[in-house]
């Protein structure tokens, strides 16, 4: 069967790194206990409790959808309000299931870069107690942002601060965490529990892993109950231990870091190698594995058709490339080629 040559669409679309199939293979022999009662789910289990703090409560679902939705599914009632970027996942890219699942309002807010900061929360900071309001509950936000941007440890710190000051929640979304944890050089903990975060989706899909993401709840007492929501939320899985096994590769020897380094670095080769081309314009900082560029219509449609990509605003011909942990120095500089010489 013939390879599709790689493209800049999405880190989804990479394959499997050799390691976490390694370990999918190795955890195959014998039979194990069923929907996460094993010895590869306790471990993968007892290393998110050391990356992330010892009061941590993880529970493992299929997909990032899952990880975002039943996570705040766990901490909103239907009366309640999540407050996040226009730009965010649970806004765009999730199909309503924030507000079919949890039957809460969404409420968004405009950033140029994916970023929230606590001003620009205010339009939604009011009506509390007021029964003819839906109650704001959960700020969430996501880290690395859509945009490719990342939150500074400071800048979680005083959304968490913002929140609980009034009595509320922050939610990350972390499908590209590890992204900015290259990013900022720091371990997780810094900029999750450390910095006030609440419930945190943890993403490995995206960064060489098969499938799985992971639920953490990181402050005692917001899990309560949670095993029955996964339950009925379709996510319990009875072969937990091909999701666990990953995990345990992900985390030795930093396999996790070693791939969001390579994919944040081919995006900084991406950006340094078309900045030069006349007619292109990067629209954001590139702090992690995302390239925003406005480019002709006419020349986006002629190059995705050899290498993919999305358009990510029509309006103003936006597009956004994605590196991943196996894009190669080849595949930019043929991709470059291609789009200098289609801008001439």
Same mark, same amino acid.
């Given at each position: 069967?013939?390879?599709?040559?790689?493209?800049?669409?999405?880190?989804?679309?990479?394959?499997?790194?050799?390691?976490? $199939?390694?370990?999918?293979?190795?955890?195959?022999?014998?039979?194990?206990?069923?929907?996460?009662?094993?010895?590869? +789910?306790?471990?993968?289990?007892?290393?998110?409790?050391?990356?992330?703090?010892?009061?941590?409560?993880?529970?493992?679902?299929? +997909?990032?959808?899952?990880?975002?939705?039943?996570? $705040?599914?766990?901490?909103?009632?239907?009366?309640?309000?999540?407050? +996040?970027?226009?730009?965010?996942?649970?806004?765009?890219?999730?199909?309503?299931?924030?507000?079919?699942?949890?039957?809460?309002?969404?409420?968004?807010?405009?950033?140029?870069?994916?970023?929230?900061?606590?001003?620009? $929360?205010?339009?939604?900071?009011?009506?509390?107690?007021?029964?003819?309001?839906?109650?704001?509950?959960?700020?969430?936000?996501?880290?690395?942002?859509?945009?490719?941007?990342?939150?500074?440890?400071?800048?979680?710190?005083?959304?968490?601060?913002?929140?609980?000051?009034?009595?509320? $929640?922050?939610?990350?979304?972390?499908?590209?965490?590890?992204? =900015?944890?290259?990013?900022?050089?720091?371990?997780?903990?810094? %900029?999750?529990?450390?910095?006030?975060?609440?419930?945190?989706?943890?993403?490995?899909?995206?960064?060489?892993?098969?499938?799985?993401?992971?639920?953490?709840?990181?402050?005692?007492?917001?899990?309560?109950?949670?095993?029955?929501?996964?339950?009925?939320?379709?996510?319990?899985?009875?072969?937990?231990? %091909?999701?666990?096994?990953?995990?345990?590769?992900?985390?030795?020897?930093?396999?996790?870091?070693?791939? =969001?380094?390579?994919?944040?670095?081919?995006?900084?080769?991406?950006?340094?190698?078309?900045?030069?081309?006349?007619?292109?314009?990067?629209?954001?900082?590139?702090?992690?594995?995302?390239?925003?560029?406005?480019?002709?219509?006419?020349?986006?449609?002629?190059?995705?058709?050899?290498?993919?990509?999305?358009?990510?605003?029509?309006?103003?011909?936006?597009?956004?490339?994605?590196?991943?942990?196996?894009?190669?120095?080849?595949?930019?500089?043929? %991709?470059?080629?291609?789009?200098?010489?289609?801008?001439?």
């Amino acid at each position: 069967m013939e390879v599709n040559r790689k493209g800049f669409a999405s880190d989804n679309n990479a394959g499997v790194h050799p390691e976490i $199939l390694k370990e999918i293979e190795s955890s195959n022999a014998g039979h194990v206990l069923a929907y996460g009662s094993d010895s590869y +789910t306790e471990r993968a289990e007892e290393l998110f409790k050391e990356h992330l703090g010892f009061d941590t409560e993880v529970y493992f679902v299929f +997909t990032g959808t899952a990880a975002n939705v039943l996570g $705040l599914s766990s901490i909103l009632h239907s009366w309640n309000s999540v407050i +996040t970027a226009f730009t965010a996942h649970i806004e765009q890219d999730e199909c309503g299931a924030p507000e079919k699942f949890t039957g809460c309002k969404v409420l968004t807010v405009d950033t140029p870069d994916g970023k929230i900061n606590p001003g620009m $929360l205010e339009k939604h900071i009011h009506g509390f107690g007021f029964e003819h309001h839906s109650q704001p509950k959960v700020i969430s936000i996501t880290q690395a942002t859509e945009m490719g941007t990342v939150y500074t440890p400071d800048e979680i710190k005083k959304l968490a601060s913002y929140a609980h000051e009034r009595g509320m $929640l922050l939610h990350m979304d972390g499908a590209r965490i590890a992204n =900015a944890a290259v990013s900022l050089n720091l371990p997780f903990r810094e %900029f999750t529990t450390s910095a006030g975060v609440d419930v945190l989706s943890f993403g490995g899909t995206k960064n060489g892993m098969m499938y799985g993401e992971a639920i953490c709840f990181l402050k005692p007492g917001l899990s309560d109950g949670f095993k029955y929501i996964r339950k009925q939320g379709m996510q319990l899985a009875s072969k937990m231990r %091909f999701i666990s096994a990953q995990y345990i590769a992900y985390f030795r020897n930093d396999l996790w870091k070693r791939n =969001a380094g390579h994919s944040n670095r081919m995006a900084q080769m991406l950006a340094e190698r078309i900045a030069g081309i006349p007619g292109l314009k990067i629209t954001q900082p590139v702090q992690s594995n995302g390239v925003f560029v406005i480019m002709p219509g006419e020349v986006a449609e002629k190059v995705s058709r050899e290498y993919f990509f999305y358009s990510w605003n029509e309006m103003l011909s936006e597009y956004r490339l994605m590196t991943s942990w196996d894009t190669t120095p080849e595949d930019i500089d043929k %991709f470059a080629v291609m789009l200098e010489n289609e801008m001439k």
